[in-house]
């Protein structure tokens, strides 16, 4: 088996950077969602139609799908540890496997239930093992494409929020 050495100070830095886009997206994302209420509190003033609600939770999705891209750069961002504790999880999770499917082997229909039980649980640490490509999907190109087009439309609603607060006082 061939060993792959990575420089442990290059994934720190990746980190790091990861780190600093997440805490931007966040508060990119907290900051549309405040010009998202200015905005809900600027069409409340007289009547709040079905219109307006709907308009208003539209308004919401922008800063949620930056929320959802903030979530799974986190996942990313913890994909060096879950890669380190690989090997080891590995070799534990087939010792299990063995042991669950030797006892199967010698034991009777009664014992099924708590066999199957057992399998369970391997099979579920070892989905959590192997799924580690899945936080990988907020690289695809639908995703940032829809993030950056998030991006672009929660700007705004910074901007709009005061706007329609000035709108407000004045009106």
């Not at 009547?47 to 999705?61: K, Q």
């Not at 903030?70 to 380190?84: D, I, K, Q, S």
């Not at 504790?85 to 590995?90: F, L, V």
Request: glycine share 8%; proline share 4%; aromatic share 6%.
């Amino acid at each position: 088996m061939t060993r792959v050495a990575v420089n442990v100070g290059d994934l720190q830095r990746l980190t790091r950077l990861l780190g600093a886009v997440v805490r931007f997206v966040v508060r990119l994302a907290l900051a549309a969602l405040l010009g998202v209420a200015a905005i809900a509190i600027a069409l409340a003033r007289g009547d709040f139609s079905a219109l307006e609600i709907v308009f208003t939770l539209l308004l919401t999705a922008a800063p949620a799908i930056l929320l959802l891209f903030a979530a799974g750069l986190c996942e990313v961002m913890r994909l060096p540890e879950r890669l380190r504790r690989m090997p080891r999880q590995g070799a534990d999770q087939l010792a299990e496997l063995t042991r669950i499917a030797g006892e199967a082997r010698t034991s009777g229909f009664r014992r099924a239930p708590s066999l199957l039980w057992r399998l369970r649980g391997a099979v579920g640490s070892t989905r959590d093992l192997v799924g580690f490509a899945v936080p990988l999907r907020v690289f695809t190109l639908p995703f940032l494409a829809l993030t950056l087009f998030a991006a672009a439309v929660s700007v705004l609603l910074v901007l709009a929020g005061p706007v329609a607060l000035v709108a407000l006082a004045i009106g």
